[in-house]
């Protein structure tokens, strides 16, 4: 990623899981079942470790043994200042600005189970091409997302789908936990997931923040 963009998104990069309305429901008959019995009440969280941070024209590496990739288009939430404890209302205050995320990981089979090994690879978060500043975007929740293998159109949504907004998710993250200036909030994923390969170069686009490129390259012929 750029320099400019490393300085200021530099902290811990936490997911949310099921944050768009079509994938919760979805799942919702599965969340009836044990050991759920009822659909999640707040955000799923998972973290992407510090080995995951990849960046903008960066390769992604597809890992011999597995059977399937799949790239997850998000926005990204940058935290400007330290929040705690942030109400609903002072939330987009501690904002930095936004910037493209594309979440690789491996199929998921469970969200009861914190899918490390599917989510944690090396490279396996993408961010870039640069931040966005928080004024440039006049509602972070009316923005087009979509996702392009080798230019041809693969998913497309938007964040007006999306089950909590970035003020909602700031407030009730930080209910429980500080959130420091430089982390990330990788907004989710929307449903719809596609299969890339290696050799495949897979785009994200979002209205406003620009476009995200990457090539999937095999494990074996990595350097």
Same mark, same amino acid.
């Given at each position: 990623?750029?320099?400019?963009?490393?300085?200021?998104?530099?902290?811990?990069?936490?997911?949310?899981?099921?944050?768009?309305?079509?994938?919760?429901?979805?799942?919702?008959?599965?969340?009836?079942?044990?050991?759920?019995?009822?659909?999640?009440?707040?955000?799923?969280?998972?973290?992407?470790?510090?080995?995951?941070?990849?960046?903008?024209?960066?390769?992604?590496?597809?890992?011999?043994?597995?059977?399937?990739?799949?790239?997850?288009?998000?926005?990204?939430?940058?935290?400007?200042?330290?929040?705690?404890?942030?109400?609903?209302?002072?939330?987009?205050?501690?904002?930095?600005?936004?910037?493209?995320?594309?979440?690789?990981?491996?199929?998921?089979?469970?969200?009861?189970?914190?899918?490390?090994?599917?989510?944690?690879?090396?490279?396996?978060?993408?961010?870039?091409?640069?931040?966005?500043?928080?004024?440039?975007?006049?509602?972070?929740?009316?923005?087009?997302?979509?996702?392009? @293998?080798?230019?041809?159109? &693969?998913?497309?949504?938007?964040?007006?789908?999306?089950? #909590?907004?970035?003020?909602?998710? !700031? $407030? /009730?993250?930080?209910?429980?936990?500080?959130?420091?200036?430089?982390?990330?909030?990788?907004?989710?994923?929307?449903?719809?997931?596609?299969? @890339?390969?290696?050799?495949? &170069?897979?785009?994200?686009?979002?209205?406003?923040?620009? #476009?995200?490129?990457?090539?999937? !390259? $095999? /494990?074996?012929?990595?350097?």
């Amino acid at each position: 990623m750029s320099r400019a963009l490393h300085d200021v998104a530099n902290g811990t990069l936490f997911g949310v899981a099921l944050n768009y309305q079509g994938l919760l429901g979805q799942r919702l008959a599965e969340f009836e079942q044990a050991p759920y019995q009822k659909p999640p009440v707040k955000p799923v969280l998972f973290i992407k470790t510090p080995n995951t941070r990849n960046s903008h024209e960066g390769e992604v590496v597809y890992p011999a043994g597995v059977e399937r990739l799949q790239p997850g288009p998000a926005l990204g939430v940058v935290i400007g200042k330290r929040a705690s404890r942030v109400s609903e209302a002072d939330a987009l205050a501690y904002v930095a600005g936004y910037v493209i995320v594309n979440e690789f990981s491996l199929p998921e089979d469970s969200y009861y189970r914190p899918a490390v090994k599917a989510k944690c690879r090396d490279g396996f978060c993408a961010l870039g091409p640069e931040l966005v500043p928080v004024g440039q975007i006049a509602d972070a929740g009316q923005l087009t997302l979509k996702l392009f @293998v080798n230019d041809e159109l &693969r998913q497309e949504n938007t964040t007006a789908n999306w089950v #909590r907004n970035v003020a909602q998710l !700031i $407030a /009730e993250i930080s209910e429980f936990m500080t959130l420091h200036e430089g982390d990330v909030l990788i907004t989710g994923t929307p449903e719809g997931r596609v299969d @890339v390969q290696p050799g495949d &170069r897979v785009s994200v686009e979002i209205t406003g923040c620009g #476009r995200l490129s990457n090539t999937i !390259i $095999a /494990e074996e012929l990595r350097p």
